[in-house]
């Protein structure tokens, strides 16, 4: 009678992976990026570890539309395994040519620690997991970068390397994406038994931590 107001599952993983969310979310790198003042060293080696990261990320978006339990999921995710695959990927190539990253560091750069962690946290859910387990792991990527990208001032950075990243993070169909992302996990975990949540949770904060590792990788 005094449920109200219980938070969604979704609120509820994230503020059990506090601080670490909220030291994602406003990282000391993303201050800096509004600003345009990420170091082009940094902003390169952030940007070669991040396309390898969106290789596996691709892949388990792939596993979300195998897993899906309905059609019309299927088709939320297609979409965004479209826009992965068509604006973003050209941003990589844009952005690599205007910082001078050659074919070897494109293609097969040696992986930072929290590259290959995060790399394996997302294998192991799209070998090991279910709907739940990947869409946690989905979540906490896109969720994440939304709410960093969402603190932008209105003012871009001059420079478009800086301009268009934040841009593809906070841009109306990315927030409608992540919207739907937070929606679809809420529906699923409402039918979980409480070891999967738990499970769902674990998932949730070491992912949490890989993106904070993944941004500090980049920062000192
Ligand atoms: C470490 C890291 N974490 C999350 C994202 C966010 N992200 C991953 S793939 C993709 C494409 C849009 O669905 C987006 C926004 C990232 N780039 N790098």
């Not at 969310?21 to 345009?36: C, I, N, Q, R, Y």
């Not at 969402?150 to 800086?162: L, S």
């Not at 992302?181 to 738990?198: H, K, S, T």
């Amino acid at each position: 009678m005094t449920e109200t107001s219980a938070p969604s599952f979704t609120e509820w993983l994230r503020g059990r992976s506090e601080p670490d969310w909220t030291a994602v979310t406003t990282h000391p790198f993303t201050d800096a990026l509004f600003e345009g003042l990420v170091p082009a060293a940094k902003m390169r080696s952030y940007l070669v570890q991040d396309f390898q990261f969106v290789d596996d990320f691709l892949a388990l978006l792939g596993s979300a539309l195998a897993k899906a339990d309905r059609y019309s999921s299927r088709l939320a995710i297609a979409g965004s395994i479209g826009v992965v695959t068509s604006e973003e990927n050209t941003y990589f190539q844009r952005a690599f040519d205007a910082l001078g990253v050659g074919e070897s560091d494109r293609t097969s750069p040696a992986l930072d620690p929290a590259t290959t962690a995060f790399r394996e946290l997302m294998a192991d859910t799209n070998a090991r997991g279910g709907y739940a387990e990947v869409l946690t792991v989905l979540t906490v990527a896109e969720w994440s970068y939304l709410e960093w990208a969402m603190r932008a001032p209105a003012a871009a950075p001059e420079n478009f390397v800086h301009a268009e990243w934040i841009e593809l993070h906070n841009n109306h169909g990315f927030r409608r994406w992540v919207q739907w992302l937070c929606g679809e996990l809420d529906r699923v975990g409402a039918a979980l038994d409480e070891r999967a949540r738990a499970r769902c949770l674990r998932l949730f904060q070491q992912a949490t931590r890989c993106e904070l590792d993944f941004f500090n990788a980049h920062w000192d």
